[in-house]
């Protein structure tokens, strides 16, 4: 079952915009794979690169972190000699200490990178845009899931909405390592914020690629750009792999407006 940092209500399906012509796209409906990247194999760079701040660490408070750390070790030794050695290491740089914590930061970054896997879902389905960007113009697919079981039958981290924002989140170096967490990889500028984001994470990830249950998802939507013969093979597949009371919708132009409508189909 997932973790939660935030109250916000999951809404009863999440959405995930994908190209037919992809053939790892494809296995959403005939492995029921999904694929967990690395922040850095994200479209924006600025994704996951929010920078933690050291800079607004005090002497102080990195004394206080390193008599912390030090006092896990040698707990049962004399106090005194405890506060001198912090603050020895401290004065040398040795544990905590902004100079040197603002540059071990690649190597921090790097390290995140490898052990975090970032899976994105949208709360919306008929997103003009995001059939343009993530589904081939509009030729393409979005699967519907169940949140209900994405949030419970599976060994998943967390579960979240993106937070979009003009400016970066204040990451302070004296924050615990969950909200350092939730700050850098959920959030995002607020230039994003069309695409209604919400993100499933897998930590200490060590494949990231996962299989589904078939019925965690529970739909399947056509754009309104495929043709004839990919929307057939779009449907025969998806009965096949999915299951014959899967739902089909199809996305349609509205006559009137900017918009899409989405009819059921099968």
């Not at 169940?146 to 949030?151: N, P």
Request: proline fraction near 4%; charge should be positive.
């Amino acid at each position: 079952m997932v973790r939660r940092i935030t109250d916000i209500s999951i809404p009863k399906k999440l959405y995930k915009y994908r190209d037919w012509s992809n053939k790892n796209h494809r296995k959403l409906i005939t492995k029921q794979q999904i694929y967990f990247p690395s922040p850095c194999e994200f479209n924006d760079p600025f994704d996951g690169n929010i920078p933690v701040r050291w800079d607004l660490m005090t002497y102080d408070e990195c004394l206080e972190k390193n008599l912390e750390l030090i006092n896990t070790v040698h707990k049962d030794k004399n106090q005194q000699l405890v506060r001198e050695y912090a603050k020895k290491v401290t004065d040398e740089k040795t544990l905590w200490h902004p100079d040197k914590l603002a540059k071990e930061r690649p190597e921090q970054l790097k390290k995140w990178n490898s052990i975090i896997g970032l899976f994105s879902l949208s709360s919306v389905s008929d997103n003009i845009l995001m059939w343009s960007h993530y589904s081939l113009n509009h030729s393409g697919f979005v699967v519907g899931f169940d949140s209900k079981s994405l949030s419970n039958d599976y060994d998943f981290d967390y579960i979240e909405p993106l937070i979009y924002q003009s400016k970066y989140p204040v990451i302070l170096g004296q924050d615990n390592t969950t909200i350092q967490f939730y700050k850098k990889f959920f959030h995002k500028s607020d230039l994003w914020k069309y695409e209604n984001e919400w993100r499933i994470s897998k930590n200490h990830i060590q494949n990231r690629v996962i299989k589904l249950q078939p019925e965690t998802i529970s739909q399947i939507i056509i754009g309104c750009c495929a043709d004839l013969e990919q929307t057939r093979k779009i449907i025969q597949l998806s009965k096949k792999h999915l299951g014959i009371d899967i739902k089909i919708f199809k996305a349609q132009k509205d006559e009137n407006n900017f918009g899409l409508k989405i009819n059921q189909i099968e």
